[in-house]
């Protein structure tokens, strides 16, 4: 039996950014996608666009507790075998991006992947702004303040069976709090695919403000705290440090555009 797909989509108010997000999952090829959309409850057109896209299975609009929440939802109506979680100001950058994933996942030894994720401009999304080359993890990668970016990790749907959902309580670091969970508390198996998978729109909430800043790193601390971990004592400052090369990133542009078009 083939591998199927489970693709979320929180999402609120985002009906400028939902049809790049719609259409790269559309344009998957020789995968089954099951698409859930989770909205917010937004006040614009997003519903009506959501609705002109028959590969979506699911659409759930009501309020909700932020984005994790969302999530949270979606993985309790999924039923693929793989989740993955797709944001709404976030786009597949190729149409073989789940068959990738999938030739990963067709070795049953493995428990998730994750790969490369580039940031583009909110409006010229063909002007890549940073580069998130995730490279190999090792076991004290999370460590050195590594992590991988959410939008290109990939689970199989009994991790979050096992080990839970994401945490409501950890703000903006719900999704580091997770893997950190899962890779280094429970050490589930991982594979890297040395790729550019998704292009995200810049912006985030985490690092919008000094303030949120803050707030972030408090959270990154508690996730290692909830989990029983003793960090190094420079983990979580290093963490966004480890962050400032992708700026530098695009503009070694042959490799950026090599593993884009890989």
């Given amino acids: 039996m083939s591998l199927t797909f489970s693709i979320i989509t929180a999402c609120l108010n985002s009906a400028s950014t939902i049809p790049d997000c719609l259409d790269s999952i559309k344009k998957q090829q020789n995968v089954e996608v099951e698409h859930i959309i989770i909205d917010g409850g937004s006040s614009d057109c997003i519903l009506d666009i959501v609705k002109n896209y028959p590969h979506v299975a699911r659409i ?65 999304t063909s002007k890549v702004l940073r580069y998130w080359k995730s490279g190999n993890i090792n076991d004290r990668s999370f460590y050195w303040g590594w992590m991988p970016p959410h939008p290109v990790f990939f689970v199989r749907r009994e991790v979050y069976e ?37 292009k995200m729109r810049a912006g985030g909430e985490s690092n919008s403000s000094l303030k949120t800043r803050f707030f972030a790193h408090h959270m990154d601390r508690k996730a290692w705290s909830v989990n029983g971990l003793k960090p190094y004592p420079w983990t979580v400052h290093i963490k966004p440090i480890r962050k400032i090369p992708q700026w530098f990133a695009p503009y070694f542009s042959k490799e950026t555009k090599l593993r884009q078009n890989a």
């Fill in 162 to 198: 096992k080990y839970g959902p994401y945490r409501l309580d950890l703000g903006s670091a719900a999704d580091y709090e997770f893997m950190l969970r899962v890779l280094v508390k429970y050490k589930i198996s991982t594979a890297y695919i040395p790729q550019i998978l998704v």
């Fill in 60 to 124: 759930i609009s009501e309020p909700d507790c932020g984005m994790y929440d969302a999530m949270n939802k979606g993985i309790v109506l999924a039923t693929g075998d793989v989740i993955g979680i797709l944001n709404s100001d976030d786009y597949y950058a190729l149409p073989s991006v789940l068959t990738k994933v999938a030739e990963t996942f067709s070795d049953p030894n493995v428990d998730s992947c994750y790969a490369d994720l580039i940031y583009v401009d909110s409006v010229n």
